[in-house]
């Protein structure tokens, strides 16, 4: 334990966000990084509790209060040692995960959990920056091929695990860049796409080989083939197909998916471009109170939209911990992302009936459920951002031998995330494509999974990798 009575001396200090103002003038990150001094204080308020709920929320299972210590006491790479055993891309957690494990914090019971995420963040940090190991390397090479088809987050720490222990890994990403929803979904202000750049790259020189632009199954790559060119194939294909709103309307041009709109936007910023779904001088509507809503969000502000209204079917969260969610869940409460600190109205409870316009969409009619009462609002661009229902499967050729679950996610044998297709060449699947919409902390924990349970079929007996994470059930 860092210091006996930090959680006593010093209060939960987060980062420092950068200025509305300035930061609705570019697309840079939103938080800015802490002084060493400030980030030790923080650490030094963990407990070191004799059952650290923290690991238990953790799908990964961290060790945290083993590198809240480190930090305290300034061993930043014995912390990193520590952070990158368990996880092999803090870097991304660290700036993008919800922190079930600062749900579980004891602390939080009483006061502000640990800055358990921004801890994170700061050793991945410290990591690169001062050229500390952040990823397992071998020179062993064991001969065995492995396909991974997605370059998401769950594919890409398959990847990541199957490389450290010697097995020749290549990844299939039918996009034109690799990186799933951290390259095309989530925007650049949470996270800049030079650190997933940075990451690939450390992939590229330990041995992973990358193929863009091959859809699996709609190109001369089939699915049937990568069996027979590799000793097994994992689909970490994500769960992307769109939820739709169902009402009159809805084909008219302006109403798009929040995944269109995210991937044009995140396009034109790398390539320095107006978005095709520009945002500017209009009136947007967004369909969903959720994280993907507040990304539009956040991007709708910075493209200069004339107004902006997040519409949510469900009520107003509570401010505080409902009694039937207690202490260590992560429980549904009222939150705010940095894109609402910017501006736009936000209301609960309101249901959508119908999108009015002649070829585009010019208004839309809403219904307060509790009032009954409808109004109409100006809505030049809608952004429908209400989950996603399944993996996109029309591509696999072999979709019809895949079983599905009744949450149209992909079935797979347990721990051992081995699909149910048979013939020669076993096919495993992890992350969103099983899980269904999730967290990229889950993808990681997913992917280390299928990754070890590969390595067990391929390796027998001598099989090296982490035994699949237990399914922690804390929180999600
Ligand atoms: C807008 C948005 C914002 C989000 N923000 C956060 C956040 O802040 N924090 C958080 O924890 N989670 C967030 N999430 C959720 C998180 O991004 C996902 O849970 C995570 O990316 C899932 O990882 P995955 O690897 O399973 O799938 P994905 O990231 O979806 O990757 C799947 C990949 O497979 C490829 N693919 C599919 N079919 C084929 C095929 N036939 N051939 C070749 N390639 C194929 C796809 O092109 C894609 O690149 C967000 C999700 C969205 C939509
Ligand atoms: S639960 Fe919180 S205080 Fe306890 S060990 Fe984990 S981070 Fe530290």
């Not at 939960?12 to 840079?28: A, E, I, N, Y």
């Not at 922190?99 to 602390?107: D, G, I, N, Q, Y």
């Not at 800055?115 to 390397?137: K, Q």
């Not at 119908?354 to 809403?366: Q, R, S, Y």
């Amino acid at each position: 334990m860092g210091k006996v009575t930090g959680f006593l001396d010093y209060p939960r200090k987060g980062p420092p966000h950068r200025p509305v103002p300035v930061r609705l003038r570019d697309w840079r990150e939103v938080y800015e990084p802490q002084s060493d001094d400030a980030v030790q204080v923080q650490g030094a308020r963990c407990m070191d509790c004799g059952i650290p709920f923290c690991m238990q929320g953790c799908p990964l299972g961290n060790r945290i209060p083993t590198f809240n210590d480190h930090v305290y006491r300034s061993h930043w790479a014995l912390a990193a040692e520590q952070l990158f055993d368990t996880n092999n891309f803090p870097e991304f957690t660290g700036r993008l995960c919800p922190a079930p494990c600062e749900s579980a914090c004891v602390l939080g019971i009483s006061d502000g959990p640990v800055t358990i995420e921004r801890i994170e963040y700061e050793v991945a940090e410290h990591a690169f920056a001062n050229g500390f190991d952040v990823a397992h390397s071998t020179d062993v090479r064991t001969g065995k091929r492995v396909a991974v088809v997605g370059s998401g987050p769950a594919g890409l720490a398959a990847a990541a695990q199957l490389v450290s222990v010697g097995h020749d890994v290549h990844v299939f990403e039918r996009s034109d860049a690799i990186g799933g929803l951290l390259r095309y979904g989530i925007p650049e202000f949470k996270l800049e796409k030079a650190v997933l750049d940075r990451r690939l790259d450390v992939m590229a020189a330990s041995g992973v080989t990358f193929h863009t632009n091959v859809t699996v199954g709609a190109s001369a790559t089939s699915l049937g083939s990568l069996r027979q060119e590799f000793d097994a194939v994992l689909l970490a294909i994500g769960s992307t197909r769109p939820r739709l709103i169902p009402v009159a309307g809805a084909q008219l041009a302006g109403v798009y998916p929040a995944m269109t709109y995210l991937e044009a936007a995140n396009r034109a910023v790398r390539d320095g471009v107006t978005s095709p779904i520009d945002a500017k001088d209009r009136h947007v509507i967004i369909l969903g109170g959720g994280d993907t809503g507040a990304d539009c969000l956040g991007t709708v502000h910075r493209q200069g939209a004339a107004s902006v209204v997040q519409i949510e079917i469900l009520d107003r969260p509570p401010n505080e911990r409902p009694s039937d969610q207690p202490w260590p869940t992560m429980a549904r409460i009222f939150k705010s992302s940095p894109a609402h600190e910017e501006g736009g109205e936000r209301q609960f409870s309101t249901e959508t009936l119908e999108f009015l316009g002649v070829e585009a969409v010019t208004d839309i009619t809403v219904r307060d459920a509790s009032s009954g009462d409808s109004h109409t609002m100006p809505a030049h661009l809608v952004l429908i951002a209400a989950g996603f229902v399944g993996p996109e499967l029309d591509d696999l050729e072999l979709a019809s031998e895949l079983f599905v679950t009744p949450r149209a996610t992909l079935s797979v044998d347990g721990d051992w995330r081995l699909t149910q297709l048979e013939g020669p060449g076993p096919v495993f699947a992890c992350g969103d494509a099983v899980r269904g919409q999730s967290l990229i902390v889950w993808a990681i924990a997913e992917g280390r999974s299928a990754a070890a349970a590969i390595d067990a079929v391929l390796m027998d007996t001598s099989s090296v990798l982490p035994a699949p994470v237990a399914p922690y059930s804390l929180s999600w």
